[in-house]
């Protein structure tokens, strides 16, 4: 099937206007929001497309698909993000391609992402995941356990903690405003007493389905997918 590319041109002028009405809604400018295109469910024909159009920041979840587009793309002005569930026996293959990792969820995996990045003599800056949503089939730390982490990933050196990542329950846009309002919150309070050593200014929150609310409730980066290819 060919591709549309004026629709997806549409589309993206579309989220666009729409992230700068969310963020003028609570005081803020679109500036303070980096939009994440997550390139999952498309080709290289796409994502080319989408490059041509100015989108310079990119979102994968799946680590084969991320190295199958970085081959076919070989553009050195792109970012490219992890975004996806991240297995530890991947994390070699991953790190010389990614920018940031927002879904680190355990301890071991971000030890692999440190003994893995010593090796290669480079920081990796990464986000927590949180299971804001409380939902057992969700990925993430609990937001109680959160403090304790921090305490232990300073020791992890090769590690930046930029911020924290959180799905909404599906649902309602209520529920999904309360989930980002509660990691933002989450967030806040742990600002609080954080090791100087651990940044948390980025808040990676909202999906095609609910990022205006995400950009009202304090996100930093959103991550759109399927709203640009519908």
């Known amino acids: 099937m060919a591709v549309d590319a004026e629709k997806i041109q549409a589309n993206l002028a579309g ?24 390139t999952k469910y ?35 002005g792109l970012e490219w993000h992890l975004i996806g569930h991240l297995q ?20 071991r995996l971000l030890d692999a992402i440190n003994r893995e990045a010593m090796k290669a003599a480079k920081q990796v800056s990464v986000l927590l995941e949180v299971n804001i949503s409380g939902e057992s089939e969700k ?10 982490v921090l305490t232990q990933v300073v020791e992890l050196r090769n590690i930046c903690v930029q911020g924290l990542m959180g799905m909404a329950r599906r649902g309602s ?32 929150m909202g999906m095609s389905n609910d990022f205006e609310v995400a950009i009202e409730e304090g996100a930093t980066i959103v991550r759109i997918g399927s709203a640009l290819f519908q």
């Open 42 to 76: 498309v080709g290289v024909d796409e994502t080319r497309i989408l490059r041509e159009n100015g989108c310079v920041v990119l979102g994968e979840s799946r680590p084969q698909e991320l190295m199958r587009k970085t081959r076919a793309l070989s553009d050195p």
């Open 139 to 148: 990925h993430g730390f609990a937001a109680e356990a959160l403090p304790s």
């Open 88 to 107: 530890r026996n991947k994390v070699r293959s991953v790190l010389p391609l990614v920018d940031l990792i927002h879904s680190c969820d355990s301890l």
């Open 173 to 204: 846009i209520a529920t999904a405003r309360q989930n980002f309002s509660s990691l933002r919150e989450l967030r806040d309070q742990l600002l609080l007493d954080c090791p100087c050593e651990v940044q948390l200014k980025e808040l990676s």
């Open 15 to 38: 989220i666009r206007e729409r992230v700068s009405q969310a963020a003028a809604n609570c005081g803020r400018a679109a500036s303070d929001v980096q939009l994440v295109v997550v």
